[in-house]
């Protein structure tokens, strides 16, 4: 094993840490399984068997109704296509995902109106949104986009934060007294407006709005950086480092970085929590993803404007709630694993 | 960061949603810059006309007195009517009580005096003479006089008003005000138009009161309460927060015929509520009086029980009859693949408008036929919306070339997919267009939703840079080609032609309409013209309301016909045409409040009035 015996043991404390080892194995399985969402909560069919052939139609292209025998050219309806196979009772069959709709289509009843509430027996099983998509389904995918832009946000931002703070740190003089100022007043633009203000003229993809906001958000970390190498910077160690004549990138990366990690991974989990969060306040505000893009924002802006539609604001929220809680007691639990006094007491 | 964005993000929870399906702009022709004021001597045999016949709307029971309470989305940045910043959506809380010379009937569309008391048509058929009411005040005891009206050119003309859309209109449109006497002027416009009074018509602004119009205009009168001729002026203006406009007890005309039994509301107090959801609950708690319900889900799922059922509040759904803004998809022809007349006519039958009417709005909404609905003679009632149709979109597409498809089910061309951005400035609009951009994907089209915030949308549109625009346009009475479909203003920026329609023998027709003030000659050429617009396929027209939806608490009385055949509301509270109607029933207030606190309840009241409904198609 590579790791030192000092991270072995705080990994140990970690798990021994059970409300935030519990949170992180369900938070982790939870990002893995949104990678293959398409496998659950899909429109496509998992398998086709039709004519002895068969189609997975899950990833890839589009296949034509044509192609399964029906007189249209654009994507299968598959719910249809099952009902049809079930009426003919032929060799034909086909699989459907638990879930069989995705995040865009939107259902129409006969005589009733979208939001329908909850049912098992449509498997909307939270109800649908009110232009009749499907909750579940757009909570999953709206996880994954937020997870995922929140993860992408934290390295980025973090690459860059701790590179700018180890260097101020560390060079000191003049570029730590320049780059001081020029953070002090990047700090102060009110970073939200400053997206609301760009996204209500173009429309933000996903690469543009995580650029925007690493634009306006790198500067968290490198106080942090700069305080903690300022501090390693005078240890013994690193003076030694220094006459034995390392590289400062050497003294750097090799004793610095690894001695403030216990700072940058407390702050770890809080990060991912705010990228979440701001990402849905944006798309709450209707600044964020363009739409039809599934997101919690979204959802939680019908809620709240649809309360007797209850089951809306619900799911989303207790989704939020869970997701949020879990980030905080793993954030806890690491901040305590690193922690180097094992017990602190307070006067 | 992180309490930051927290506490950003409870917030926003409480933020506006504000939403406007609406926006408007005018555009008038360019001719010579004429001279202005001067005297005259009046022409002889002029015919006065006045008007005293037409059936009163207001209701003889209605009582004075009482205090409405009402809200503002957001606080206007000026109490001026013109210039900078004044083209906020509150506007008409001032200038609605500014009268005019002559004004329209609500329900038969017939002049009807305001300040002047008599009118004549001038020979030229771009003149109107009038006969001042001698007993027209301002609100600060003043006569209106010719002087104002001399005045009121002079002012819209003004440099220091900053406002060039008015510099313009009074130089281009209007040729020149006469005075003959105190009591009696004339208007004249630089050239012949049909239904003259529409257009050669003022609302005067008091000449005692601004004197010289200097440089200082915009600054100084920011915050002037200026005095005004109609039924009610602003008042404890709290700049931010709050405003009231209270009732003129003297008013000078409150015993004229048709203002006889309107504008009974002592005080409407307006407040600042950022946003629609929470003053829905300002409404439930009674601190609010009316709410608007039109959108489906108000009228059939939140104003369902609670005081609704025991009648305390009372529904009201009232058809109306008024031209309707076009609201619909203007497709930009300056991009290359719309310039393809198949591929126009195949989006024309891709979008499921219907679908969304079906599901979202309940089937409340009716589908425009056309961009010019519901201009009564005017309008081309052969024409019909292209529907949804699978085969037919396919068969335009393949016509056009676009016959292959891609992996993703979307048509391919060269290379290019057939694909296209879709602009639109209200956030409400996201839920419907996420509709038709799934059942487009069937036949084989790509739309991108592009929301932009209000403004940037329009400045969008007018500079032509979008695609296909989803847009409303609000309207005049008669329709106007020139402005969106005369080849003069495709492709530059800053008209209205937005879909940068340039063909000749559409402009042939627009002039000869646009020239033409002979109604029957006029009304085939209107015909001819929306039929080539259909054939053409450039707008695909969208969803229309007939009709508006109101729920108030059940104390406010209305008469037996709630509204007028022009009515946006029956709440409308200083509008001279249609405004005015409502009252304050101090028994029945006295009654309800008893009966909530002793849990008595009255029938549950939902009317649904559909005097003026015009069948759908028409």
Request: hydrophobic share 40%.
């Amino acid at each position: 094993m590579w790791l030192n015996p000092l991270t072995l043991k705080k990994l140990k404390r970690f798990r021994a840490i059970k409300r935030g080892y519990y949170s992180f194995v369900i938070l982790a399985s939870m990002v893995f399984l949104s990678l293959f969402a398409e496998l659950f909560i899909n429109s496509r069919a998992l398998v086709v068997k039709y004519n002895d052939k068969f189609y997975f139609p899950t990833f890839g292209a589009i296949i034509p109704g044509t192609e399964f025998g029906l007189d249209y050219e654009y994507e299968t309806r598959y719910r249809l296509l099952k009902e049809k196979f079930k009426e003919e009772g032929g060799k034909n069959w086909l699989i459907m995902p638990l879930v069989p709709y995705n995040a865009y289509e939107s259902i129409s009843r006969e005589g009733i109106y979208p939001p329908y509430p909850p049912s098992f027996e449509f498997k909307n099983y939270f109800g649908t949104d009110t232009s009749g998509r499907d909750i579940l389904a757009r909570l999953v995918y709206g996880f994954r986009i937020a997870i995922w832009f929140s993860i992408v946000l934290t390295t980025l931002t973090y690459v860059v934060g701790i590179a700018i703070g180890c260097m101020m740190g560390y060079w000191a003089g003049t570029f730590d007294i320049v780059m001081q100022r020029i953070i002090e007043i990047w700090s102060n633009v009110p970073f939200l407006y400053v997206i609301m203000i760009i996204s209500s003229v173009l429309v933000p993809n996903f690469g543009m709005l995580l650029a925007i906001m690493v634009f306006f958000g790198w500067h968290g970390m490198t106080f942090y950086m700069r305080a903690s190498t300022y501090r390693e910077k005078s240890r013994e160690y690193v003076l030694a480092a220094q006459s034995l004549g390392a590289s400062p990138v050497r003294i750097i990366f090799r004793h610095i970085l690894p001695n403030s990690i216990s700072i940058i991974v407390t702050f770890v989990p809080f990060a991912i929590a705010s990228g979440i969060t701001s990402l849905t306040a944006l798309d709450y505000l209707g600044f964020g993803l363009p739409p039809p893009t599934p997101s919690w924002g979204e959802l939680l802006e019908q809620g709240t404007s649809n309360m007797q539609a209850v089951w809306i604001v619900s799911s989303v929220v207790s989704m939020m709630v869970v997701v949020l809680t879990m980030v905080t007691f793993i954030g806890e639990a690491i901040r305590e694993a690193f922690d180097p006094k094992k017990f602190s007491i307070y006067q | 960061m992180l309490k930051l964005q927290i506490l950003i993000f409870f917030l926003a929870i409480g933020c506006t949603k504000k939403s406007s399906d609406d926006t408007s702009i005018k555009t008038e022709s360019a001719s010579e810059e004429v001279s202005s004021l001067a005297t005259g001597t009046l022409p002889k045999n002029l015919k006065w006309l006045t008007n005293d016949k037409d059936p009163l709307f207001a209701d003889p029971d209605a009582k004075k007195g009482g205090e409405y309470q009402d809200f503002l989305m957001s606080f206007p940045l000026t109490l001026r009517v013109v210039g900078p910043d004044s083209n906020h959506g509150y506007r008409g809380h001032i200038l609605d009580n500014f009268m005019s010379l002559v004004g329209i009937h609500p329900n038969t569309e017939n002049v009807i005096p305001e300040i002047a008391t008599h009118w004549a048509y001038g020979e030229d058929k771009k003149t109107m003479y009038y006969k001042i009411n001698p007993a027209a005040r301002w609100s600060d005891g003043k006569p209106i006089t010719a002087d104002d009206f001399l005045f009121t050119l002079e002012f819209y003309r003004s440099k220091h008003i900053i406002a060039p859309w008015y510099n313009n209109h009074y130089t281009e449109t209007v040729e020149n005000v006469i005075k003959y006497d105190d009591h009696t002027i004339s208007v004249s416009l630089t050239r012949p138009k049909p239904d003259l009074h529409l257009y050669a018509n003022i609302a005067p602004f008091p000449k005692h009161y601004y004197g010289k119009i200097d440089d200082d205009f915009t600054k100084k009168y920011n915050w002037e309460i200026v005095p005004n001729s109609g039924p009610y002026i602003i008042q404890n203006i709290k700049k931010g927060k709050s405003y009231e406009i209270v009732r003129h007890k003297d008013w000078w005309a409150k015993d004229m015929h048709y203002y006889k039994n309107r504008f009974n509301v002592d005080t409407f107090k307006y407040k600042v509520i950022r946003s629609i959801d929470n003053a829905y609950v300002y409404f439930l708690k009674g601190q609010l009086d009316t709410f608007g319900i039109v959108y489906p889900q108000y009228w059939h799922e939140k104003t369902k029980g609670g005081d609704f059922a025991k009648g305390y509040i009372n529904k009201l759904w009232f058809y109306n009859d008024a031209p309707r803004g076009a609201y619909g998809f203007y497709l930009n022809l300056a991009h290359p693949h719309l310039r393809d007349q198949n591929v126009r006519l195949g989006i024309a039958h891709a979008l499921n408008v219907d679908k969304v009417s079906k599901t979202l709005l309940r089937g409340d909404y009716e589908r425009q036929s056309q961009h010019y609905d519901g201009y009564g003679k005017y309008t081309n009632t052969k024409i019909t919306a292209r529907p949804f149709d699978l085969d037919k979109a396919n068969e335009y597409f393949n016509k056009a070339g676009w016959t292959t498809r891609g992996p993703d089910g979307i048509r391919v061309k060269d290379g290019k997919k057939l694909s296209f951005e879709i602009t639109y400035g209200a956030k409400h609009i996201t839920e419907r267009l996420a509709i038709i951009k799934e059942e487009a994907k069937r036949a084989g089209l790509e739309l991108k939703l592009k929301i932009l915030d209000s403004g940037a949308a329009f400045k969008n549109g007018l500079e032509k840079k979008h695609e296909i625009s989803l847009t409303a346009w609000s309207t005049s009475l008669r329709p106007d080609y020139w402005q969106h479909y005369h080849s003069e203003n495709a492709n530059k920026t800053q008209t209205n032609n937005w879909s940068n329609v340039a063909d000749k023998e559409l402009d042939a027709l627009i002039m000869k309409e646009r020239e033409s003030i002979d109604e029957k000659e006029r009304i085939p050429l209107s015909h001819e013209i929306q039929q080539k617009l259909h054939d053409l396929s450039v707008f695909i027209p969208t969803w229309s309301i007939p009709y508006f939806r109101e729920a108030y608490w059940r104390w406010w009385r209305l008469p037996k016909i709630p509204a007028t055949r022009l009515s946006g509301t029956a709440f409308s509270p200083f509008d001279m045409s249609t405004g005015g109607l409502f009252w304050f029933d101090q028994d029945r207030y006295d009654e309800t409040k008893a009966a909530m606190k002793s849990g008595k309840t009255f029938p549950e009241t939902v009317d649904i009035v559909t005097t003026f409904r015009v069948k759908a198609g028409n």
